[in-house]
């Protein structure tokens, strides 16, 4: 074991040795290896980091949703229902929600109005709460100048802005507008107590599928929207874009396995020579072979770290400027927050498999060829 | 120590340019003495030489080294034999360029593993005891075609071989220093090694160091000076 | 469903993997028709050369497959969000008929792989390599569970269905459901036998280890109990140990011990029983040839060390056992 370990060392230092006298090769090498880590790291960790930001999210909103349905289409909800639900066994809370679009024909944006679901916004009428996408849509000059929009019946209303959202979950707020119940019912012309839905908060998500069937019992015309069907939604979304980014990433690094493999193979005639005098000096096959993954250990290494480290700065601290448009889709609010840093076991595990894996398997058989070097050439 | 017999080695075996570089070669190296072959341009005399030191597989006929047979190993054992058993001098030296001298010496003991303070020691006294202890930590290009030969030595007995093998060590070197590359291999013998070396140099095998002149002409031995 | 990275990733490395084996097995072919040590020729030489490539093949094959098992495990119960009803990496496996499989397959690659090796170490201790036909009459064998992962794998992702309902571990792994499966076999066996069984393998493996390191016999059983002690170790994880993790009597799944929420301890439990367990049949593999002659010198004292190194981890493993149950709040027997 001892000898091992030193037996490593020395083949460890020889080839750190041997790559800063190859610099300028090697350099190329770890540069465009490091390269395809940034890109892939950075698509991975992007879509990772709106994953998590969605759940983040979601864990707030309670677990059951309930919409009303008239023939298929989604209606408003009497708010007697709400007392229906709440005599559930299992239900902790009840509560009628109002949301609804409006479509912005000043910048032809899409806002999301909403009633806080909380009271702690305590939101009296003629007041706001914005979402930092809206106030660049309509090139706020200051941060809490007041929006004025014009409803549906024409008439032009103005909020004065309390505050804007912080950044965390922007991704769900950017386009978000909160006014206060009365405001919102005024502004939509909606009738007293009805609402756009009922959330329902469950004691035990166990029990989630039982109480789903008692009130559909109670509800015969409503559709019921569990929170995991939305993560479940979300989710696929994001893996999708995400899997569509590998696949073309996937060309990528498949032609860089080409080159390295190239770059291994053609071994040249100074290295060559090196080669063959290790062996007739006494150097085993198995010996140059280690050298040699060494050296193929210690470019990855380099590469992925680096790869990956630029790829965690790019994400996190430059909102993956590269990436947005492909990642994020192509609305006009464009959310333009730092994403809260999120990395995981599984995220590495799957980076490594997808760079380390092809590259080790591209420079395997270049590396064994150039190990087998006849022990007697140089003696010629 | 040594012995060969009935060995033969082809190149390109089977292909159209084959080529018999040794053919039925029998032959006794005696321990702690000082052989030299010797011969024409394309005799054999580096083929031969490589069989003996384990660095190639003759094609027929078997090597033995210290009684046991040798020439059946897989590469793996002979590679491992010849880390022990010989240290070898080549003609054009072959020192890594970008190492430093003393890094050259140490290579061949890399893969057994030494302890490294130990192992640096090792190397430095070997290269005190030819003149280029002061020289230690320099690039090896930077040495001149004398100190390079020497510093090949000091790597050839890094790994205390008890025999040394030497493909044309004089074929650069002026008379003074081929003098002084004798009189080391004088030192070698007296302290017990066995030295093989090949040579088309009159004033190797005329020398008084040497024991032992095998002749030879187209893969084969035309005769043994005792 | 496969276009997903970890997917695409665990696809890349079966492919991979299947590419070499096949490469292997060909070579293999060759081999076993025309080894010839003996021979000085260089078709002899060349394919001793390969030999090596073979080796360095088999380590890379056994290292990927190691990552991709983790990563198998690690995407499944990521994925688990994606199906009604997984809470877990097992509701993502029980989706269809091939997940359980692909990863028993890929168990069983990884301990063929490091078997091999072992053998291969072994075989290169010996002047005359003697066991070259033996390993590469065993590549043969391997390249077709290789490529049968590999399908199963495929199989699996291509048939992973969002709207089938999955059973996920709080029912897999409870003793009361219907569909007796072989998970809830293992956790219907009551705590206390478990933990029997396993005190009594264990006690087992370290006296036959013992035996064997001390008289030389008995190496054969020695890996035999390995085995076994694994299978009931599994099952012991299952039934109690997991219990002991979660602090909760009816959580009883191998999986979610892997995750962060419980500090990776799986890893912990896992790592040594698998190092044990390939230590030992990996003893019981070389013990049939420690008398071929050119490894007579070395064999017995390796089989003594794999012997050692197999009763150092199963120690290891049973501190950590001891240790869960001594820390954990949860009392199962009062
Ligand atoms: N790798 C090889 N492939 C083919 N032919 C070879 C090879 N090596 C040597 N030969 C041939 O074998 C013959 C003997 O070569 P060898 O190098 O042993 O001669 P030598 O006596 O050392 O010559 P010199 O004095 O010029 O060094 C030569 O004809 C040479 O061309
Ligand atoms: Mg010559």
């Given at each position: 074991m001892k000898h091992w370990l030193r037996r490593q060392r020395y083949l460890a230092d020889f080839t750190l040795a041997a790559l800063a006298r190859r610099r300028v090769k090697n350099t190329g090498l770890i540069v465009i290896y490091s390269i395809i880590v940034f890109v892939l790291a950075s698509a991975m960790m992007f879509s990772a980091a709106l994953r998590h930001e969605a759940g983040t999210v979601l864990a707030k909103s309670p677990e059951l949703i309930v919409q009303q349905l008239v023939m298929g289409r989604h209606e408003m909800i009497p708010g007697s229902e709400i007392e229906k639900l709440a005599?559930?066994?299992?239900?902790?809370a009840v509560k009628g929600r109002l949301w609804g679009y409006f479509y912005d024909s000043v910048n032809g944006a899409n806002y999301t109005f909403m009633v806080p679901?909380?009271?702690?916004?305590d939101l009296q009428p003629g007041e706001a709460i914005l979402g930092e996408g809206i106030g660049k849509a309509r090139d706020f000059?200051?941060?809490t100048a007041p929006l004025f929009v014009t409803s549906l019946a024409g008439k032009m209303v103005k909020f004065t802005v309390r505050e804007t959202f912080a950044d965390?979950?922007?991704?769900?707020?950017?386009d978000l507008v909160l006014i206060s119940e009365a405001d919102f019912r005024s502004f939509f012309d909606l009738p007293p107590d009805v609402y756009t839905d009922i959330g329902v908060s469950i004691r035990?998500?166990?029990e989630i599928g039982t109480i789903v069937q008692k009130a559909q019992l109670v509800m015969p015309n409503a559709r019921f929207v569990t929170r995991s069907d939305i993560e479940r939604t979300y989710q696929r979304l994001f893996d999708w874009r995400e899997g569509l980014m590998t696949a073309l990433a996937a060309a990528g690094v498949l032609a860089f396995a080409i080159f390295a493999a190239e770059k291994a193979s053609g071994l040249s005639a100074e290295e060559a020579r090196e080669i063959g005098i290790l062996k007739a000096i006494g150097w085993d096959t198995g010996d140059v072979i280690a050298m040699k993954l060494w050296e193929g250990g210690l470019i990855s290494f380099g590469a992925f770290l680096a790869g990956t480290v630029f790829a965690y700065i790019h994400v996190f601290s430059f909102q993956a400027g590269l990436f947005e448009p492909i990642l994020k889709?192509?609305?006009?609010?464009?959310?333009d927050f730092a994403l809260a840093p999120y990395i995981d076991g599984l995220q590495l595990a799957t980076l490594f498999a997808i760079t380390v894996i092809p590259y080790t398997a591209a420079t395997l058989v270049p590396i064994w060829r150039a190990a087998t070097a006849d022990p007697d050439q140089v003696m010629r | 120590m040594i012995s060969l017999k009935n060995v033969s080695k082809l190149y390109n075996?089977?292909?159209?340019?084959?080529?018999?570089?040794?053919?039925?070669i029998d032959l006794e190296l005696a321990r702690n003495k000082v052989t030299v072959l010797t011969g024409p341009?394309?005799?054999?005399k580096t083929t031969l030489l490589s069989m003996i030191g384990c660095l190639t597989r003759p094609t027929t006929g078997r090597v033995f080294v210290d009684g046991a047979?040798?020439?059946?190993?897989?590469e793996k054992f002979q590679t491992e034999l010849r880390r022990t058993k010989f240290g070898f001098v080549f003609q054009r030296f072959n020192l890594i360029r970008g190492v430093s001298v003393i890094e050259n010496v140490m290579l061949p003991a890399a893969?057994?593993?030494?302890?490294y303070h130990e192992l640096r020691e090792r190397a430095q006294s070997r290269l005190e005891r030819l003149g280029l202890g002061a020289k230690a930590?320099?690039?090896?290009?930077?040495?001149?075609g004398g100190e390079t030969q020497r510093a090949a030595i000091a790597r050839a007995l890094i790994n205390d071989a008890p025999v040394l093998i030497a493909d044309e060590?004089?074929?650069?070197?002026d008379t003074v220093l081929t003098e002084r590359f004798l009189e080391i291999v004088g030192e070698l013998q007296s302290e017990g090694k066995t030295v093989v070396m090949t040579s088309h140099d009159p004033r190797i095998w005329q020398s008084?160091?040497?024991?032992t002149v095998v002749r030879m002409q187209d893969g084969r031995i035309i005769g043994v000076d005792a | 469903m496969i276009f997903q990275t970890p997917i695409l990733a665990l696809l890349l490395i079966s492919a991979l993997s299947s590419v070499v084996m096949l490469w292997a097995g060909w070579f293999a072919l060759r081999l076993l028709l025309r080894w010839d040590l003996a021979s000085g020729s260089r078709a002899q030489l060349e394919m001793e050369r390969a030999t090596d490539l073979v080796s360095t093949l088999f380590g890379f094959v056994m290292l990927a497959q190691l990552l991709s098992l983790l990563l198998y495990v690690f995407n499944a119960d990521r994925m688990?969000?994606?199906?009604?009803?997984?809470?877990c990496a097992v509701g993502t496996l029980n989706n269809n008929d091939w997940g359980f499989p692909t990863l028993y397959a890929k168990l069983a690659i990884f301990f063929v792989a490091t078997m091999w090796l072992i053998l291969d170490r072994a075989d290169r201790t010996g002047h005359d390599y003697p066991l070259t036909r033996v390993k590469f009459a065993l590549v043969l064998l391997i390249v077709p569970l290789v490529l049968a992962a590999g399908a199963s794998e495929l199989t699996y992702f291509l048939n992973l269905q969002a709207d089938v309902i999955t059973s996920c571990c709080s029912t897999?792994?409870?003793?009361?459901?219907?569909?007796?499966?072989l998970g809830s076999d293992m956790s219907s066996l009551a705590p206390a036998t478990a933990l029997w069984l396993l005190a009594a393998s264990g006690a087992a493996v370290a006296l036959i280890g013992a035996v064997s390191l001390i008289w030389k016999r008995g190496t054969m059983l020695f890996a035999a109990a390995g085995a076994v002690f694994f299978v009931v170790a599994l099952t012991a994880i299952i039934s109690v140990i997991s219990p002991y993790v979660y602090e909760?009597?009816?959580?009883?799944?191998?999986?979610?011990?892997?995750?962060p929420e419980y500090n990776y301890f799986g890893y912990v439990l896992y790592v040594p029983l698998f190092l044990g367990t390939a230590f030992a049949l990996g003893a019981g593999l070389l013990q049939p040839f420690r008398k071929v002659e050119s490894l007579a010198a070395t064999l017995p004292a390796r089989i003594r060390k794999q012997v050692a190194l197999s009763l150092a981890s199963f120690v290891v493993f049973g501190l950590v056992v001891l240790w869960t149950i001594w820390q954990s709040q949860l009392i199962l027997f009062g």
């Open positions: 005599g559930i066994r299992g239900v902790a679901d909380d009271d702690s916004y000059t200051w941060d965390d979950s922007a991704l769900l707020t950017a035990n998500e166990r889709g192509w609305a006009v609010i464009y959310p | 075996e089977g292909r159209p340019n084959e080529v018999c570089a040794a053919q039925d341009s394309g005799s054999g047979m040798v020439s059946g190993l897989p893969p057994l593993g030494p302890e930590d320099m690039p090896i290009e930077f040495l001149s060590p004089t074929a650069n070197l008084s160091h040497v024991n | 688990a969000t994606l199906f009604v009803g997984a809470m897999e792994f409870t003793a009361d459901t219907e569909d007796a499966g909760h009597p009816t959580h009883h799944c191998p999986f979610c011990i892997l995750k």
